[in-house]
């Protein structure tokens, strides 16, 4: 269930909700929640830090507010020329990747002029930031309204006191900084861009002024026969009278139907804040949920009011059980499971963290098709998209607060960080996808550091003990001795070291990698493909021999953008299964094949070896079928199986071929995949992933592929060229600054391949796209961008056809 469904469910059961319940003096309205990323001004002060861009570390650089900006919070302030921007925004977006060394550090300036109904005064007025980098202070109508530090968790604000409801209007004005903060983790992470900004979405939300501040359940005990349920939930009354009410908690399954409901009166006291309930629930014959059958239901919560209009909260649940065993990994509803996951950091060409939520839906969904069925949140917490597509795609999640390598203790450092994993817990403990929380980790600090991290460590136990709490690489005994889960890291020698010691522990490796992998890379040297699949073959098989080890998790799944880092592409750290514009190495279907039950079959590398004629080459391919068979130009050159590779469930298969220009192609079945001989290149080949994108909608982008190919469309995987994109029509393309381009939308392909990423504005018609290289044939993709009820502005009305 997607963002959408859930938010269309929810809303449909709002006007059930009231009917659930015997008393029905009143009619529930439940709480508005509106977007809030639109109509925003921004201007970045003049002056920053960052020229070592993450490891900066010098405080004071950019830390002045400049004099245009000092009677910024004012509501007369002119911002009348300061420009239009919507959110999610980063200002940089594209200054990490480009020529000039580091990225700004420093303070950027948002306002936001809004109204409110008049019809809404007398209502409760907050404002949700799902996240914000990193230390932002806000004020309404001049009126400071609050502060938040830490740049990765969502978190609130109570605006009601400050708002004017009418015609009059609202301004709202915020102040970011990514300035070095050493109580602020991350402090210094090399391979990391600090992105600054409103990166994540805002909402508006009001509530009547008794309302629900909170409701979260735990599964006390699951078995396939019943679910107990428990449900915790806090009312906030800020009326001045005490409130009789009754409290309605239902189970919703799939199609919206009420299969389980508990009812209670409370009386809240005037004034009262966080009055806490406990209630309890049985669900007869629950549908589990796990990584292949992620079974979601809903819980509804109504309060109703007979003197007020009431509140409705609605949440996400599942059902199942775990546990991890030392002996022999994790179980899941009762069944060992292989942890099988990845890691990814919130990046993409053109917009910095500034994703829109149907991009993180899209990079789950790829790497749930990898076969995955973990999902480890390095470092940070991520996007509430992220955390709903797990749930709905079945990827249990262990969702991480960013403290590791530097740790202080001056009060300041566990203030915040313990701050942060409150409101970690709290936003995500609805999620059923969520099983353990954990820390980064690679701590290495000195002992009164070590007492720090292990206060954390407590503090994730206490606010939520349903869960377990793991460290990846804690490196500290002292540190390990507090965690229900060890998380290792890459070597074996230690970690088999570390298992024979402490034989009684937990175990699983949260992170590894074992090389940088340039796609389109070949011949065994450094950073190729090949010699990068045969490491990953090789660390995969020594987890599958250790059945004490709970499961992986790979780093990483996507090439993403690093200042400091230029082993292959400048600014890129390409230790991704995929690179940064998520088309797969060979090393991805490494990975699907020892994953994923869907039938796959993958012929590893290219097929365009000139002057290599005669010369043996090894053609590897990966499948999960249990034979195939290898044709040249059509001649069979044998059906084999899988190499024997103790650890591996799905070897390689393996061939030795004389190169001969020409066809190479893998069957298995019905299942067929080949490479063909190149020849000199000839024109660029683009193509959309989508023919329509919505007009006006930020969420509706089309991500167009560029292939150079020959005179018969193969892809020549020597390619380099640089490609120039243009477009015309109702569309905008993402610009991403790369070295030696800074128009950002000119850069070299990488073996034959690259793509560039398309928004609609808010006109329709028909969008023209052409991606141009000196010496090629332009390549062209026409999208509609398209809106209900309104007509072709792209259309020529004089009777003949213009373009086609």
């Not at 008794?210 to 599964?219: P, Q």
Request: net charge negative.
């Amino acid at each position: 269930m997607n963002r959408r469904h859930f938010l269309a469910l929810a809303a449909a059961s709002a006007a059930q909700a009231a009917q659930s319940l015997q008393d029905k003096s009143r009619s529930v309205h439940p709480r508005l929640r509106r977007n809030f990323n639109t109509g925003w001004l921004f201007r970045r002060q003049v002056n920053g830090g960052g020229a070592l861009g993450s490891w900066e570390r010098d405080p004071t650089l950019g830390a002045a507010i400049e004099p245009p900006f000092l009677n910024a919070k004012s509501p007369a302030y002119d911002d009348s020329a300061w420009p239009s921007i919507q959110l999610p925004h980063t200002w940089n977006q594209h200054d990490g990747s480009d020529e000039i060394p580091g990225y700004f550090r420093g303070i950027g300036w948002y306002r936001k002029h809004f109204q409110l109904e008049p019809e809404l005064s007398g209502q409760r007025v907050f404002l949700e930031f799902e996240g914000v980098n990193q230390v932002s202070e806000f004020w309404v109508n001049g009126a400071y309204a609050g502060k938040h530090e830490g740049g990765y968790t969502s978190f609130e604000l109570d605006i009601t006191p400050h708002v004017k409801f009418g015609p009059s209007g609202n301004v709202l004005t915020v102040k970011v900084d990514n300035i070095y903060n050493k109580d602020i983790a991350p402090t210094v992470k090399t391979d990391l861009t600090f992105y600054g900004g409103i990166y994540r979405d805002v909402w508006l939300r009001v509530t009547a002024p008794i309302h629900l501040s909170e409701v979260y359940w735990l599964t006390p005990k699951v078995t396939e026969s019943a679910a107990e349920i428990e449900v915790h939930s806090r009312i906030d009354n800020r009326t001045t009278r005490a409130a009789s009410l009754k409290v309605l908690h239902e189970i919703l399954d799939a199609k919206g139907l009420v299969v389980a409901k508990v009812e209670t009166s409370a009386t809240v006291p005037a004034q009262q804040q966080g009055h806490a309930l406990t209630q309890r629930l049985t669900l007869a014959q629950p549908r589990l949920w796990s990584p292949d059958s992620p079974n979601l239901y809903q819980l509804r919560t109504t309060l109703l009011d007979p003197a007020g209009p009431g509140d409705l909260h609605d949440a996400p649940i599942g059902f199942r059980w775990f546990r991890f065993d030392a002996q022999q990994g994790f179980f899941l509803n009762g069944r060992r499971l292989q942890l099988r996951g990845t890691t990814w950091h919130q990046s993409y060409p053109g917009l910095g963290s500034a994703l829109p939520n149907s991009r993180h839906v899209k990079d789950m969904e790829l790497i749930k098709e990898m076969g995955c069925n973990l999902f480890r949140t390095s470092h940070y917490p991520h996007d509430p998209a992220v955390m709903e597509a797990c749930d709905r795609l079945g990827l249990l999640v262990l969702e991480e607060m960013f403290v590791g390598e530097e740790v202080e203790d001056d009060g300041g450092y566990y203030r915040i960080q313990a701050k942060g994993i409150e409101e970690m817990v709290a936003r995500d403990r609805n999620n059923p996808s969520v099983f353990m929380w954990g820390l980064e980790g690679e701590i290495e600090s000195a002992a009164k550091h070590v007492d720090v991290v292990q206060q954390l460590v407590n503090k994730i136990k206490a606010t939520d003990p349903s869960r377990p709490a793991t460290m990846q690489d804690a490196r500290i005994d002292s540190i390990k001795q507090t965690l229900d889960v060890v998380g290792l890291y890459s070597g074996f020698d230690e970690n088999d070291k570390e298992r024979s010691r402490h034989p009684e522990r937990r175990y699983m490796i949260e992170e590894y990698t074992v090389d940088a992998i340039g796609r389109g890379i070949y011949g065994m040297g450094p950073e190729s493909e090949d010699l990068g699949c045969d490491k990953h073959e090789a660390y995969l098989a020594e987890v599958g021999r250790r059945p004490w080890i709970a499961g992986s998790t790979v780093w990483h799944q996507f090439d993403y953008d690093g200042d400091e880092y230029d082993p292959i592409t400048p600014h890129l750290v390409t230790f991704g299964l995929a690179d940064f514009w998520r088309i797969p190495k060979d090393v991805f279907y490494l990975f699907q094949s020892q994953w994923s039950a869907k039938p796959m079959l993958h012929l590893c590398g290219h097929w365009t070896w000139p002057g290599e004629e005669g010369k043996t080459r090894k053609v590897k391919v990966y499948s999960n079928q249990a034979r195939v068979e290898l044709f040249l130009n059509g001649r069979s050159l044998g059906a084999r199986e899988p190499v024997a590779y103790p650890g591996l469930d799905h070897p390689p298969f393996l061939w030795d071929v004389p190169y001969e220009p020409g066809v190479l192609k893998a069957v298995s079945g019905s299942l067929t995949s080949e490479r063909k001989t190149a020849g000199p290149a000839a024109r660029i080949d683009l193509r959309s992933d989508t023919e329509r994108i919505e007009s006006g909608d930020p969420e509706s982008l089309a991500y167009l592929t560029a292939a150079v190919v020959d005179k018969d469309g193969t892809i020549v995987p020597t390619a380099a060229n640089a490609i120039s994109f243009t477009s015309y029509g109702p569309g905008e393309l993402l610009p991403q600054t790369w070295p030696g381009h800074p128009t950002g939308l000119t850069w070299n392909c990488v073996a034959g391949l690259t793509r560039i990423a398309l928004r609609s504005t808010d006109r329709v018609g028909r969008c023209v796209v052409s991606a141009y290289s000196p010496g090629l044939r332009m390549g062209r993709a026409i999208l509609d961008v398209a809106a209900p009820g309104k007509r072709d502005q792209m259309e020529y009305r004089g009777g003949a056809t213009v373009y086609k």
